[in-house]
């Protein structure tokens, strides 16, 4: 399933984050159709295995998708999108990876510590409680509670979804395959593969490190450009103070 944003051709996607939080880039695609004047796609996500959620994505740009494809991916979409154009390579143009979270597991270990720190007593107990233990979509809705206190800097209050669909099964199936991937070298190796112009955006605020992702990136010698922004959290399209400057940057990367 894919929603479509602004009219044909399509030549974006934008592709949600976190395993199972399904349709969570609504508005990140319809204001990216609008500013740019090029058809967004928003691919929902549905399987339960990272080779199977790489071959859903090529089959949904595939279908509408016109010519190559300038994916924008945020936080696990970023890893999924980045994934996708190194199993194949004609198929993007440009990468856009939103919020990436660090490639190599040594960078991991302060996400947790920068998450605690935002949140009260309460919050720091409940997240403690369930972070590695999501059970069920209840469980999923207060860490994603939890994470919208923790991650974000100052978020617009006209950001609402138009749709969300949460699975944690596919969550708890997907997720610690990635972190797997992570851990043995795979992922950030991945990168290799990819043939297209790369861009990090990321808040400086953010829980997940920049350097764990331009760190790696440096050292496999693999070419990027990266656009750092102020008083900004994990979420820019969303941010009160950085969403128009995340905005501007995206729309200078696909347009130019």
């Known amino acids: 399933m894919v929603r479509l944003y602004g009219s ?8 949600h984050g976190e395993p ?10 319809r204001q990216l159709a609008n500013k740019t004047g090029i058809g967004v796609i928003e691919p929902f996500q549905s399987k339960y295995s990272i080779s199977e959620l790489i071959r859903e994505l090529h089959g949904q740009l595939n279908d509408n998708i016109s010519g190559k494809a300038i994916l924008v991916g945020h ?17 993007v143009e440009k990468l856009i990876l939103v919020g990436c979270p660090p490639l190599e597991g040594k960078y991991a270990e302060e996400i947790t510590d ?7 007593e309460e919050d720091r107990r409940i997240f403690t ?11 999923m809705r207060t860490m994603q509670a939890l994470i919208a206190k923790s991650d974000n800097w100052c978020l617009r209050g006209d950001c609402r979804q138009i749709s969300q669909i949460i699975d944690s099964k596919m969550y708890s199936q997907v997720w610690p395959e990635a ?3 992570r851990h043995e070298g795979k992922l950030s190796s ?3 593969d990819i043939k297209c112009r790369i861009y990090l955006i990321h808040g400086e605020n953010a829980p997940h490190p920049i350097a764990g992702v331009v760190t790696p990136l440096l050292n496999l010698g693999i070419d990027f450009e990266v656009h750092i922004l102020p008083e900004c959290g994990h979420s820019p399209f969303e941010e ?17």
Do not use: T, V
Request: with cysteine.
């Open 240 to 256: 009160e103070h950085a969403g128009e400057r995340f905005f501007g940057i995206a729309k200078d990367i696909i347009l130019g």
């Open 20 to 29: 199972g939080d399904i349709g969570s880039l609504g508005y990140c695609a």
């Open 75 to 91: 936080s696990w979409g970023a890893w999924l999108a980045a994934l996708l154009a190194g199993q194949y390579p004609g198929l």
């Open 114 to 120: 920068r998450r605690l720190q935002n949140l009260p």
């Open 179 to 181: 972190a797997r991937m």
């Open 8 to 15: 044909k051709p399509y030549k974006i996607a934008a592709i």
């Open 190 to 192: 991945a990168f290799r």
């Open 129 to 139: 409680r369930i972070k590695d233990d999501i059970s069920c979509d209840e469980d």
